[in-house]
């Protein structure tokens, strides 16, 4: 029998991002990989994801410095040498003999070696699943039907849904290898998403209790398409979420069987496993509005943290000037107030609730003669655009004040949002909005007119508004990361992140914490007809825009009252922000979230 809390021998992180950094999970595990909490309390780390080694992109990336990979065995890059260090017990020989009798069973090629993250490297097992065995391949699919009802057939004309099942049985035959005999300490699978799922269900078939399976929630997959692809938004699904949980109604049961998603029928299978875990409150109110299965498990809290570092206001104060000296540079004034938002431009990020917010805001700030800058950081391109263009279109015609969209300035929702952008401009008299569509925050990549020494760091130390209303967000680091340099923040209430920076509060003693402002976009008047089950799966956008314009004047009304007048306001918001920050760090997240959740009796 478990003791009440398990000493961990290994864990393994399985997951899309194992090879390199892609997008929020790969900050995850920056951030916790990193942790002195962590690696106090897990002796071994391995990373177990999919690589495509015919991708020149992913295999460039793979071996670039600033990913930090030293690989040791690769049949693609024909390498075979022996680590510096190996586990007690292990031989090199019997290790890269052992992974190419898998590659020629399964077909498959394998990569070994080890990233740095920090100051710590951990160990990297990568699949290319491309031409994988079909018997071996069918097998697993089969196992899965016979296990947990996945169809595969449904879904393996998806490539990324077929790779990642494909890749599944030789990666656990390559861990096998690697992780050698078993002691008596407990060994981790935590599934990172519906990616990390095949493996964890592949240990379970295949190993039964030698595992201790664990899936990581970073969104509710099945609730991000529920509120992405209808015009009521967060209006309309978490208004539906409330009511139908009350009469004891399932996702399926409102919204229609949803088994032809591949993520649904996924994560529906997850309550097999040993424990699951959510970044935010609202996933796990998601998690469990998939049925009786979720609703009686305990679903553990695992938030994101959010970098925290130590600065004065004269370092506040510095960065906020190079903001203000490139406002002036685009626009010809000196901005009052440097307003910012960082993010991806998706319909999730609710970028237009920056402009509803701001046009009430502008004219509260018109009548006290005070003016402002809104940088908007964020693009739907894939990569930078060519520094080269960029200083062309800045000389040509005002980049990043003004854009174009034949001539690859702009791309897909850009166009939309910079429409909107240019409209309130246009009608604008103290505040002005700027969308910076491009990677990076400095001159290199930003054009002439922004100061020379310039960085991101500015950005993110300078700002004294961060927007982030988003309609969809797990949790939702770039929205709080100001927090700790004095920023007010303006989240929406679904935001994930909202449930641990109160906790932070509550802890450090700062409640009410008055840099954190959350506008509820969800909640129906009162003077509004009584909300039905049938009358919220109605919502469309028509009441979303009511709302909106309703609650963004609330929300500028308080932004107002709470901007820094004097440099005395700034002071506090930074010493209130600092305070909390240091409550929301990842070594905070290791310790009391996922550790204990992963150490538990089972």
Not at 477 to 502: D, H, K, R, T
Not at 511 to 518: C, E, M
Request: aromatic share 10%.
């Amino acid at each position: 029998m478990d003791n009440p809390q398990r000493a961990l021998e290994l864990v393994v992180h399985a997951t899309h991002e194992a090879g390199f950094k892609i997008g929020g999970i790969g900050a995850v595990l920056d951030g916790l990989l990193s942790t002195r909490a962590y690696n106090e309390a897990v002796p071994r780390t391995i990373l177990v994801g999919t690589i495509t080694t015919n991708d020149a992109a992913q295999m460039k990336r793979l071996t670039e410095p600033r990913n930090r990979m030293t690989i040791y065995y690769s049949s693609w890059h024909k390498i075979n040498t022996p680590p510096p260090v190996l586990p007690e017990g292990t031989d090199w020989e019997m290790i890269s003999s052992s992974l190419r009798a898998i590659e020629a069973m399964f077909k498959v090629q394998v990569i070994y070696g080890r990233r740095a993250f920090g100051s710590v490297e951990h160990e990297v097992l990568l699949i290319d699943a491309t031409n994988a065995d079909i018997w071996e391949s069918n097998r697993f699919k089969y196992d899965l039907w016979d296990h947990y009802m996945i169809a595969s057939e449904r879904y393996e004309m998806l490539e990324e849904y077929d790779m990642t099942v494909k890749a599944a049985r030789p990666s656990l035959a390559a861990l096998k290898v690697l992780a050698g005999p078993k002691s008596t300490g407990r060994r981790v699978i935590l599934a990172h998403e519906w990616m990390g799922l095949p493996l964890a269900f592949c240990a379970q078939i295949e190993e039964g209790e030698a595992w201790y399976l664990a899936f990581y929630a970073h969104e509710m997959a099945t609730a991000r398409i529920l509120v992405e692809d209808e015009p009521g938004h967060d209006t309309r699904f978490y208004n539906v979420l409330r009511l139908a949980r009350a009469q004891g109604l399932t996702l399926d049961m409102v919204f229609g069987d949803r088994s032809d998603y591949f993520k649904h029928a996924l994560i529906k299978q997850t309550p097999r496993l040993d424990a699951i875990l959510a970044v935010g409150d609202w996933v796990v109110e998601e998690l469990r509005f998939l049925g009786p299965a979720f609703e009686m498990l305990p679903i553990d809290l695992a938030y994101n943290g959010v970098p925290f570092e130590r600065i004065t206001l004269e370092d506040k104060l510095a960065s906020k000037d190079k903001l203000q000296r490139y406002g002036e540079a685009l626009f010809g004034f000196v901005p009052d107030y440097v307003f910012s938002h960082v993010t991806r431009l998706v319909i999730s990020k609710g970028l237009w609730r920056d402009l509803r917010v701001l046009e009430h805001l502008d004219e509260v700030l018109a009548e006290k003669g005070k003016r402002a800058v809104h940088f908007v950081l964020s693009t739907s391109a894939h990569t930078g655009r060519n520094p080269e263009h960029v200083r062309r279109w800045e000389a040509e015609y005002g980049w990043p004040v003004y854009h174009r969209s034949d001539n690859g300035d702009l791309v897909w929702l850009e166009i939309l949002f910079y429409e909107a952008v240019a409209a309130f401009n246009a009608r604008s008299k103290a505040v002005k909005v700027v969308l910076v569509n491009q990677y990076g925050w400095d001159r290199e990549h930003c054009g002439e007119r922004m100061p020379e020494d310039m960085s991101f760091a500015d950005l993110r130390r300078g700002s004294d508004v961060e927007f982030g209303q988003s309609v969809y967000e797990p949790f939702g680091i770039a929205q709080v990361e100001p927090l700790g340099f004095g920023a007010l923040c303006v989240v929406s209430n679904v935001c994930g992140s909202i449930g641990f920076v109160q906790r932070a509060a509550e802890i450090a003693g700062m409640v009410p914490f008055n840099n954190l402002i959350v506008a509820d976009y969800v909640t129906l008047p009162p003077d509004w007809p009584p909300l039905t089950l049938p009358g919220a799966l109605a919502l469309q956008q028509s009441a979303r825009d009511a709302l909106e314009i309703s609650r963004s004047r609330e929300v500028a009304k308080v932004l107002e009252e709470r901007l820094p007048q004097e440099q005395a306001d700034m002071q506090r918001l930074l010493e209130h922000g600092q305070r909390v920050a240091e409550h929301m760090s990842w070594e905070v997240v290791a310790r009391d979230y996922l550790l204990p959740a992963l150490t538990r009796r089972r």
